[in-house]
C-alpha cells in the first residue's frame, strides 16, 4: 500500500483516515483511493479510442451539455477569452473557438492534441510543455471532468493565476466525494477507475481554490446528455467486459438521455486575495 503523506486538498496529512480503499480527509471528506494511487498510470493513444472521445455524435451531446451548463451559470462567451483544460475530442472547444473571443486549449494526450489541430483548432498546448504566459489573460477556465486528473494542482492553479484576468471565472465540473453516490456504490462507484487517484469533495474543491483567489460564486448539480454508446465505453473501462468491444456503435450515439454520475458542478470567481 502506498504510504499517503498528503492531501491535494492541503489539509493536514495527521487529518487522514484510512477505511478500506480509501484514504480519506476527517476534514473535507475528499480521499486518494489506495487501490489505484499507487500505481503509475500512463495515457496512451488507446485511452480517447476506448472512450469514443472523436465520435461525433458524442462530441454533438458534450457541446449540447455545455451549453446547458453555461446558460445554468448565466454566462455568455461571446466577448471571453476561454481557456478549457482538458479538451478531448475537442467537439467543445470548437464549438468555443467559433462562440468566443478567444480560445485556449490544454491536453496532455498526444492524440487530442493533433486531433484539435486537424479540426482547425488553433492555440492548443501540452499540459507539460506550457509557457509561462499566454499572450491574452484568461476570462473563463472550463474544467469538464479533468480537474481530478491533475495531481499536482497546486502548481497548475498558481500558474493559472498568472494567466487569469481580474474578474476571471472558473466552470468545474468533476466526480465528488461523499456524495451519495460515492457513499452507497463503492467499489462499483462509476468514478472508481484507475485514472482517477485522488478524489475532491465539494468542501475541499472549494476550500483549496479559495486559498487561491477564487471564491465560489454559484453552485448546481449538473446533468449530461449522454448516449448509449457512452454508457457502454463507461462500462467497458470500469469493468473491462471484452465482449463490449465487439459491439456496432453506428447508431448507438443517436439514443441520448441526461444523466450524473455523482458529479458536482461549481463556478468560481477571483477575488484580490491581497484585500480578502
Not at 461571446?78 to 486549449?105: D, H, W
Not at 499566454?134 to 492553479?157: A, G, M, N, Y
Request: proline content about 3%; glycine content about 6%.
Amino acid at each position: 500500500m502506498k504510504q499517503i503523506n498528503h492531501l491535494l486538498c492541503g489539509h493536514n496529512p495527521e487529518e487522514i483516515i484510512i477505511s478500506g480503499s480509501k484514504a480519506r480527509c476527517s476534514l473535507c471528506k475528499s480521499f486518494w483511493d489506495l487501490d489505484y494511487c499507487n500505481h503509475d498510470f500512463h495515457y496512451d493513444s488507446n485511452y480517447p479510442e476506448i472512450r469514443h472521445h472523436f465520435d461525433e455524435g458524442v462530441g454533438n451531446l458534450k457541446v449540447k451539455t455545455l451549453k446547458s451548463w453555461l446558460k445554468k451559470s448565466s454566462i455568455s462567451t461571446s466577448n471571453l477569452i476561454i481557456c478549457e483544460v482538458g479538451f478531448g475530442g475537442g467537439a467543445c472547444l470548437k464549438y468555443l473557438t467559433e462562440n468566443s473571443r478567444k480560445t485556449y486549449g490544454i491536453e496532455l494526450l498526444d492524440a487530442n492534441l493533433t486531433h484539435a489541430k486537424n479540426i482547425g483548432i488553433e492555440n492548443v498546448y501540452d499540459f507539460f510543455n506550457l509557457p509561462t504566459q499566454f499572450k491574452d489573460k484568461i476570462d473563463l477556465w472550463i474544467f469538464q471532468d479533468s480537474f481530478e486528473h491533475i495531481l499536482t494542482p497546486r502548481d497548475f492553479v498558481c500558474w493559472m493565476g498568472k494567466n487569469s484576468s481580474l474578474n476571471a471565472r472558473i466552470l468545474l465540473v468533476l466526480p465528488r466525494a461523499a456524495s451519495l453516490s460515492e457513499k452507497l456504490l463503492g467499489k462499483f462507484w462509476l468514478h472508481k477507475v484507475e485514472d482517477h487517484q485522488f478524489h475532491w469533495s465539494l468542501k475541499g474543491i472549494i476550500g483549496f481554490f479559495k486559498d487561491y483567489g477564487f471564491n465560489l460564486l454559484f453552485r448546481f448539480y449538473p446533468l449530461k446528455y449522454i448516449s448509449i454508446l457512452t454508457v457502454i465505453s463507461h462500462i467497458f473501462v470500469k469493468f473491462r467486459f471484452k465482449f463490449l468491444l465487439d459491439l456496432k456503435f453506428s447508431k448507438l450515439s443517436m439514443i441520448s438521455f441526461p444523466f450524473n454520475f455523482g458529479e458536482m458542478a461549481i463556478l468560481l470567481e477571483r477575488y484580490n486575495i491581497d484585500e480578502a
